[in-house]
């Protein structure tokens, strides 16, 4: 067997799926909330990925969820999205980079001066530079998908807090991102809605993409999900496989 055709064995015999989101010896923690804190976590979620991440019911996961989106710094280690990391001065490739995550919010995330179809378009409009007709297009199937009315013409501080997560998730799923990072994303919606957006993810990392469902265990339906979905929980500040 010739030298090449050992590299390629090789690199088969490693898990072959590539590397959307890596946290390499990574240390984080926000003074200002009752946050995610880690201590020297390593975690590799590759395309096709489902992976959980437990927290206690009061623990807050914004902070944590925009330092994986490079909106804040670690006090240690890296983050890689697709093999890049988000330092440096290339902002043109950090908004590509945004450009490729879907995100469900720990909390308020919602420009009350807009109205929510508004909203939802404009970090697509902002990040992916995109129509409002090829928006418009995705919106409208993802609508019918979770059998919800139009968004168009309503504003986020008169409708129903189910209403408003679903069309986060919405949001999150147009433009067929890459890495979807989920936090409490079933709060506020009934259990039986839950089907529906459990088979969105699942059809997403078919796809290739890879998710970081982010959540109280109240809020981890771990029973719907894959076997092959891998979970995790924070205990002393590091992260620990759960089963």
Known sequence: MSSLENNDSASAEADPRREILVLEDLSFRDLTRQSVTLRDANLTIFENDLVTLTLPPSMESRAFTSMLLGLRMPQQGRVLFDGNEWTGEDYALHDRMRSQIGRVFDGKA???????????????????????????????????????????????????????????????????????????????????????????????????????????????????????ARHYQIHEFHLTPVG
């Open 110 to 228: 919602w420009v009350e001066n807009m109205n929510i179809y508004e909203n939802v378009v404009l970090p697509h409009q902002h990040h992916h530079h995109r129509t409002v007709k090829e928006l418009d297009r995705e919106i409208q199937y993802w609508s019918r998908r979770f059998d919800i009315e139009s968004m168009q013409n309503q504003r986020p501080a008169f409708v129903g807090k189910t209403f408003l997560r679903i069309c986060e998730w919405i949001r999150a799923l147009i433009g067929s991102p890459r890495l979807l990072l989920l936090e409490h994303p079933m709060r506020s919606v009934p259990r039986a809605r839950f089907p529906v957006l459990l088979q969105a993810v699942a059809s997403a990392t078919e796809a290739g993409a890879a998710a970081l469902w982010i959540a109280p265990s109240s809020d981890l339906p771990r029973d719907k999900f894959p076997t092959s």
